[in-house]
């Protein structure tokens, strides 16, 4: 069983930047593909970004240009630093780690941008 936990989420105001981290309780951090999901009320959970063992990234349409995704596998730590913010980014973030055949979640953190 891994554990995520997720930090920094908060209140922005728009065109502002937040950086997000999840920090996973495992040792072989280094072999999940960690994403970085979105909810927003009403809407389904979309994929944000994600980043494999080899440092791959992938990214929404609607983040290209503005999100970067890191990892350090030294700290079990995913990042996500999220620049020009909009008030359609506003969501609960949720982190993921998958491997083959499992797969875990965060419980989230709220961002909220708003002037």
């Known amino acids: 069983q891994v554990q995520l936990v997720e930090s920094g989420g908060g209140l922005v105001q728009p065109g502002g930047s937040l950086t997000l981290s999840c920090a996973a309780s495992?040792?072989?951090?280094?072999?999940?593909?960690m994403g970085w999901y979105r909810q927003a009320p009403g809407k389904q959970r979309e994929l944000v970004a994600s980043?494999?063992?080899?440092?791959?990234?992938r990214y929404g349409d609607s983040v290209k240009g503005r999100f970067t995704i890191s990892r350090d596998n030294a700290k079990t730590t995913v990042y996500l630093q999220m620049n020009s913010l909009k008030p359609e980014d506003t969501a609960s973030y949720y982190c993921?780690?998958?491997?083959?055949?499992?797969?875990?979640w965060g419980q989230g953190t709220q961002v909220t941008v708003s002037s």
């Open positions: 993921n780690a998958a491997t083959v055949g499992v797969q875990y």
């Open positions: 980043i494999t063992s080899r440092a791959t990234t």
């Open positions: 495992t040792r072989i951090f280094a072999i999940y593909t």
